[in-house]
């Protein structure tokens, strides 16, 4: 590999939310237009500032691309974390992380021991979870990303282990 390569999330669009967050943002706007002492009213602003945190948020996900992994010659950066260097790799293995009622597959990263990596503050929450701090997730990515990152790390890092 000479080059990066980056995945992305690739998420279901949730239509059904956006167009009721359309809705009702549309229609305490018209409320507010034709009553305007409604502008004033605390709860009014709100309800208008949670449907438009909320729209932007649909925009966040739906529409912006969110990577996955960025991987290079000299490591691999999980979502927003930073560059975990391919010798501090000692294996890898497939897991399932429990998410709202659902099991999650996941390739986890296993770090050697005394490796000099500064993790973030989301890493040092879930390091000892089921999510651990270097998890890639092959959920909400596409088929071809899957295989593609499972047959990077395992040419990378060596075989996957199977989960205990």
Request: hydrophobic share 50%; charged share 15%; proline share 5%.
């Amino acid at each position: 590999m000479t080059q990066t390569q980056t995945f992305y999330y690739h998420f279901q669009k949730n239509w059904f939310w956006l167009l009721s967050n359309l809705l009702m943002l549309v229609l305490l706007v018209s409320c507010a237009l034709r009553h305007p002492a409604l502008w004033l009213w605390p709860q009014m602003q709100i309800l208008l500032g949670l449907f438009t945190l909320t729209l932007l948020m649909w925009g966040y996900k739906y529409l912006l691309k969110i990577p996955v992994a960025v991987i290079s010659n000299e490591g691999i950066k999980i979502d927003h974390s930073r560059l975990l260097p391919w010798q501090d790799i000692a294996a890898a293995e497939y897991r399932t992380a429990r998410c709202c009622f659902r099991r999650l597959p996941l390739i986890v990263l296993l770090p050697r021991p005394g490796i000099k990596y500064r993790y973030n503050f989301i890493q040092r929450h879930i390091i000892d979870s089921d999510f651990t701090a270097f998890s890639l997730p092959l959920y909400h990515i596409t088929a071809e990303d899957a295989a593609a990152l499972t047959q990077i790390i395992t040419k990378r890092v060596g075989k996957i282990r199977p989960e205990k």
